[in-house]
């Protein structure tokens, strides 16, 4: 009986240290925009997000027109690393699909070059 009752205290306490974490998380996350990336479709995009943007000159027009299609790329987009080569020097670069759309990027140390905008993405 003494193990159910040590079980029993341990899976409490164990239950609110959860409880407290993903609140402590949850919060620091919202307030600092921190986001935990481990995948690397993830990683991919933080990365691509944290440097400043430049645009082939013909899509220069198309980013103008519409801003907000190019933010959803690099947020809510998926890196196909089947088409992309990561193993290029000095720029890597990543095709980035989101729904009927996708882009070819270069992901270079000091900037992020869009080169390509596509229709529909590749197979």
Request: glycine share 6%.
């Amino acid at each position: 009986m003494a193990f159910i009752k040590r079980l029993g205290w341990y899976l409490v306490g164990l239950s609110i240290g959860i409880v407290f974490l993903a609140f402590f998380l949850k919060k620091k996350s919202a307030d600092s925009g921190t986001e935990f990336c481990y995948f690397p479709n993830c990683r991919v995009l933080k990365d691509l997000r944290s440097k400043p943007i430049a645009y082939a000159p013909e899509l220069e027009a198309q980013f103008t027109q519409d801003s907000i299609l190019w933010k959803s790329f690099f947020k809510d987009g998926t890196v196909d690393f089947g088409q992309s080569d990561t193993k290029a020097k000095p720029c890597k670069v990543y095709h980035i699909s989101n729904g009927p759309k996708a882009i070819q990027v270069r992901n270079c140390p000091e900037k992020v070059e869009v080169v390509r905008l596509d229709q529909t993405p590749r197979d």
